[in-house]
């Protein structure tokens, strides 16, 4: 009989010790999850990990604290923490979501290309899931794909897909692909998040020719001119046409509106000599611009080297996105990387006429 006392009693305190642990876990995790509402990413990377390191299994931890690495171009912990889930809990939608992000930004390409097509099928209509499919398409030599998913991810109004197509697509992203899955081509009737409004309904408007079912082509003329419809009947009337009223209440006219005046390219560079072991470059489109405000910045590293980052500013001059360019970077540290990234963010232009401009700044680190 007190032997089974004994037992009830230890049940009960480890029921009360797992039910204590579990809430302060709970509190600790929504805690975590503020830290990164607020953008305090490493903070919140340490509060997940000590919740990981008492139950590596408690709710969405590992992932959370992936969300948090992706904020700070942590690629290769955000790629432990979603296989590390993924072995724990199965694959979920989120998990490939961030496994196909990590290894396109680690440069796996096609370990990138096959995560990212299934999440892009679990998660239709991310712009993030496009754009880095399109950058790992096009290091795999798919350039008609990569420009089909910039231009998925642009009409979602991702700014650096918008980048990617200007400087490398040349307008072949803007006709449609008919080989590309459903999924990357919106249509305006699309319930994904954030679509870029469309510029026209689509509808070819009245008087251009037409095709009939025959394949024979429709060649009404269209009136050279926009006249009224009393001008348009007159005229008819003068030069004994019959069925006046037929022929023109079925015309359109519309105001030719002239084109937006495009931005000039700017292909200077503004070189900022910071000290003796950093040197910055403005270039692709930014180096003429005034720079009302710069951040302190000290970066040292053991390995000579260059971290490009490609900006896009606004209007303000204040900087809204800002993304690692592979291409032209030479060093791969991820806390580097992540420093530059953090500091070109802190940049402040003066004010442009532009809505946006974007370009890039090579960071050049002499070493040690």
């Known amino acids: 009989m007190i032997k089974s006392v004994n037992i009830i009693a230890l049940l009960l305190i480890a029921f009360s010790t797992f039910a204590q642990v579990e809430e302060e876990l709970g509190f600790q995790y929504v805690k975590a999850e503020y830290l990164i509402e607020t953008g305090r990413y490493e903070d919140a990377i340490e509060q997940f990990s000590e919740i990981i ?65 299934s999440a892009i099928t679990l998660i239709p209509g991310n712009p993030e899931l496009h754009y880095e499919r399109g950058m790992a398409m096009m290091s795999l030599g798919d350039e008609s794909q990569a420009c089909t998913d910039w231009q998925a991810a642009n009409e979602y109004g991702h700014r650096q897909a918008h980048v990617k ?145 490609d900006i896009c500013i606004n209007k303000r001059g204040r900087v809204e996105s800002a993304e690692l360019n592979r291409a032209e970077s030479t060093l791969q540290s991820q806390s580097i990387i992540s420093l530059a990234t953090r500091k070109a963010q802190e940049f402040w232009f003066e004010k442009s006429e532009w809505e946006e401009t974007c370009g890039t700044i090579l960071f050049e680190i002499a070493g040690r």
């Open 165 to 309: 197509l200007r400087k490398n697509c040349n307008g072949v992203a803007m006709n449609t692909n008919d080989n590309a899955p459903a999924e990357t081509k919106p249509s305006s009737g699309s319930t994904r998040p954030n679509p870029r409004p469309k510029t026209s309904t689509g509808s070819k408007p009245k008087g251009e020719p037409t095709t009939t079912s025959t394949g024979q082509a429709n060649t009404k003329p269209q009136p050279k001119t926009s006249k009224s419809m009393a001008e348009a009947r007159e005229e008819a009337s003068t030069q004994g046409m019959e069925n006046t009223q037929e022929k023109y209440e079925d015309e359109v006219y519309v105001e030719t509106i002239p084109e937006a005046p495009k931005q000039p390219y700017d292909d200077s560079v503004n070189t900022i000599e910071v000290d003796d072991d950093l040197t910055l470059y403005i270039k692709n489109g930014l180096g003429g611009s005034k720079i009302l405000d710069q951040p302190n910045i000290l970066i040292l590293s053991e390995t000579a080297g260059v971290v490009a980052i």
């Open 53 to 117: 390191r008492i139950e590596p299994g408690f709710k969405e931890a590992l992932l959370k604290r992936a969300e948090a690495k992706y904020a700070t171009s942590n690629w290769r912990g955000v790629k432990d923490d979603a296989v590390n889930y993924i072995k724990r809990k199965g694959a979920s939608a989120e998990a490939i979501y961030y496994l196909g992000l990590a290894e396109s930004k680690l440069g796996n390409y096609e370990a990138a290309a096959n995560s990212l097509n």
